[in-house]
């Protein structure tokens, strides 16, 4: 369980306090602005937070960098881009944490690499890259910092944005790595601003508006009202093969 008491972060996010199951995919949703980036930035204990927040009984504040580099990653939205290295210097900085590349984590990475479609790009300078293609170097990095096979300890995934620069091949491609992750028992959150990819891929929604809850549950609790309540889109609600599709009117 992801536990919040009066989860406060100044002049970003007003206290909220909520209690959601710590696996499974939460997507966040919200405009501009309305804190999903602090949110996450809280719970990754990078930007200080008043109240409580706990997870899996553990108090976060109590987490210690190195203990929390192996619980938890963050993709940030905006990263410190190393575009001096090659890409396969960047993921592995996500090895550090971990005591530095290992046969194992080279392996990891190689696997990584490949479900990502990276594998060609691992010589080539990180700064002569297209966005989208640094993009899927700082998921596989992200990604080995926490991966199962190599890091018992991991539990939360949290993802500021993931698929921003990502064409449709490559974000379902990294959707569907995620939720392998989740049925593998990771704790995924990750914000984005597709609802429809929200509802399709989520189990939990957590929107978001101005710094405050707006809504949580399931996908089901997304409708009409709520998007437009959120971003002022006026939607209509489609079934396809059962599945919701939000369309604008
Ligand atoms: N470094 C900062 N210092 C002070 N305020 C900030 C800082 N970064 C963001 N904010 C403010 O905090 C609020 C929440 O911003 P945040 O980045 O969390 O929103 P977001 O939902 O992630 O937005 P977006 O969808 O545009 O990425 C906004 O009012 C923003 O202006």
Redesign the pocket.
């Known amino acids: 369980m992801l536990s919040l008491s009066e989860f406060a972060i100044p002049?970003?996010l007003q206290p909220m306090s909520l209690t959601l199951p710590a696996e499974g995919i939460t997507a966040l949703l919200?405009p501009?602005?309305?804190?999903?980036?602090?949110l996450l930035l809280g719970l990754a204990n990078l930007l200080p937070f008043s109240g409580e927040a706990r997870f899996a009984g553990q108090d976060l504040r109590r987490w210690s960098m190195a203990a929390a580099a192996c619980q938890r990653t963050l993709l940030p939205?905006r990263g410190e881009a190393p575009l001096a290295l090659a890409c396969h210097q960047v993921i592995a900085l996500g090895a550090a944490p971990l005591g530095g590349m290992s046969p194992a984590l080279i392996r990891a990475a190689g696997e990584l690499s490949e479900r990502l479609e990276v594998t060609g790009l691992l010589a080539r300078s990180f700064g002569q890259l297209s966005g989208g293609e640094q993009q899927r170097v700082l998921l596989v990095k992200t990604l080995l910092q926490i991966w199962p096979a190599t890091n018992p300890a991991a539990r939360w995934l949290l993802l500021d944005?993931p698929l921003t620069g990502l064409d449709w091949h490559h974000q379902l491609q990294l959707l569907t790595l995620l939720e392998e992750l989740a049925a593998g028992g990771l704790a995924v959150w990750l914000?984005l601003h597709d609802v429809n990819l929200a509802v399709r891929h989520a189990q939990q929604i957590l929107c978001?508006k101005n710094?405050r809850l707006l809504g949580r549950g399931g996908v089901e609790s997304v409708d009409e009202g709520l998007i437009q309540a959120l971003y002022g889109v006026k939607t209509e609600r489609l079934l396809h093969q059962g599945r919701p599709l939000f369309v604008s009117r």
């Open positions: 002049g970003r919200g501009n602005g309305s804190g999903k980036s602090s939205q944005e914000s978001l710094g």
